[in-house]
């Protein structure tokens, strides 16, 4: 019978996968005892009722604001209308999360103008930096002089909302070979005495910029010394690790832990292997507001839930 119930979950984990993949946009993802469950954006009523025990946040990514090349010479415009759809939302989130590449050269009028347009909803913003964020002369100082004043090392930190404990790594600095990304030994060790005092009943959500499982290292996609965070996360119950960096949406679910990249609100990248290299990709100017959006976030409390919808900017 115990073999039976496993082939279903494994059944269950491929088939909401390949829905969530395929489908790609306006998905509402859940996870309730480690299986997982695909709901279509349209079901107003399922979304609704996930998030009315509960609290909601946003995640952003990849505004990189600066950027003005073919694949999106409007970048700061596009950004414009994820915010106002943040905005429009009748139900005020907790909070938002930026998982990177806020600016596309890290230059102060960036992130100026970054930071007018992503605080336009009055909400609290936690910010982790891409690797566009630190190539200034200042190897970073910037960012975190902006954004960090209270982080540890190159800007890693934890906070606690709603019995949730949420996580905001940093894998962008001493990037390894192909453009992997690296934690380093210090983070490592901080994480271990963070993790310490929880209990394994904690829903734990990890931020990054890089996504911390191996999506495609030919291309950099990727963190060399993800293994051994994620080992330290295993024992949790309900773990969920939420990466940009790769202007697209793919998922994957390891165990107890789920893994969900964001969509830019700048430019889209080629899918895996699927050009020579990757980077900004042109498309037809009416498909580009389809390739591009955000995504809302819901943790029922007491019922180790966890609820993504990804909407794009062609949404209505």
């Given at each position: 019978m115990t073999e039976r119930k496993d082939d279903q979950s494994r059944h269950t984990r491929r088939h909401a996968l390949e829905c969530m993949i395929w489908a790609g946009t306006g998905l509402l993802w859940t996870v309730a005892g480690g299986v997982p469950k695909s709901l279509s954006f349209l079901d107003r009523a399922e979304?609704?009722?996930?998030?009315?025990?509960?609290?909601?946040?946003?995640?952003?990514?990849?505004?990189?604001?600066?950027f003005d090349k073919a694949a999106n010479p409007h970048a700061v415009?596009?950004?414009?209308?994820?915010?106002?759809?943040?905005?429009?939302?009748?139900?005020?989130?907790?909070?938002?999360?930026h998982t990177?590449?806020?600016?596309?050269?890290?230059?102060?009028?960036?992130?100026?103008?970054?930071?007018?347009?992503?605080?336009?909803?009055?909400?609290?913003?936690?910010?982790?930096?891409?690797?566009?964020?630190?190539?200034?002369?200042?190897?970073?100082?910037?960012?975190?002089?902006?954004?960090?004043?209270?982080?540890?090392?190159?800007?890693w930190y934890s906070f606690d909302q709603n019995g949730v404990h949420f996580i905001g790594l940093v894998n962008v600095v001493n990037l390894k070979a192909g453009g992997l990304g690296n934690l380093g030994d210090d983070q490592l060790a901080w994480l271990a005495d963070d993790l310490k005092p929880l209990s394994s009943s904690a829903p734990i959500v990890v931020f990054a910029h890089i996504p911390l499982w191996t999506v495609y290292p030919q291309?950099?996609?990727?963190?060399?010394?993800?293994?051994?965070?994620?080992?330290?996360?295993?024992?949790?119950?309900?773990?969920?690790?939420?990466?940009?960096?790769?202007?697209?949406?793919?998922?994957?679910?390891?165990?107890?832990?789920?893994?969900?990249?964001?969509?830019?609100?700048?430019?889209p990248q080629p899918q895996p292997g699927m050009a020579p290299a990757?980077?900004?990709?042109?498309?037809?100017?009416?498909?580009?507001?389809?390739?591009?959006?955000?995504?809302?976030?819901?943790?029922?409390?007491?019922?180790?839930?966890l609820a993504i919808i990804d909407t794009t900017l062609a949404d209505a």
């Open positions: 979304a609704a009722e996930a998030a009315a025990s509960g609290f909601t946040f946003l995640q952003i990514s990849d505004s990189h604001i600066g415009d596009t950004l414009k209308e994820a915010i106002a759809k943040v905005e429009a939302l009748k139900a005020k989130p907790a909070f938002m999360i990177g590449d806020i600016t596309h050269l890290s230059k102060a009028e960036q992130f100026d103008t970054a930071d007018q347009i992503i605080g336009g909803p009055g909400l609290d913003v936690h910010y982790v930096p891409g690797e566009h964020d630190v190539i200034d002369e200042t190897a970073g100082k910037a960012y975190l002089g902006r954004y960090g004043k209270n982080a540890k090392g190159a800007g291309w950099g996609w990727g963190t060399e010394d993800s293994a051994q965070a994620l080992d330290m996360l295993k024992h949790f119950g309900s773990v969920t690790v939420l990466n940009g960096h790769i202007h697209q949406i793919m998922q994957k679910v390891e165990g107890n832990v789920t893994f969900h990249t964001a969509r830019s609100t700048a430019f990757p980077g900004p990709m042109t498309v037809p100017a009416g498909q580009l507001r389809s390739l591009l959006g955000i995504s809302s976030v819901t943790y029922n409390q007491g019922k180790e839930e």
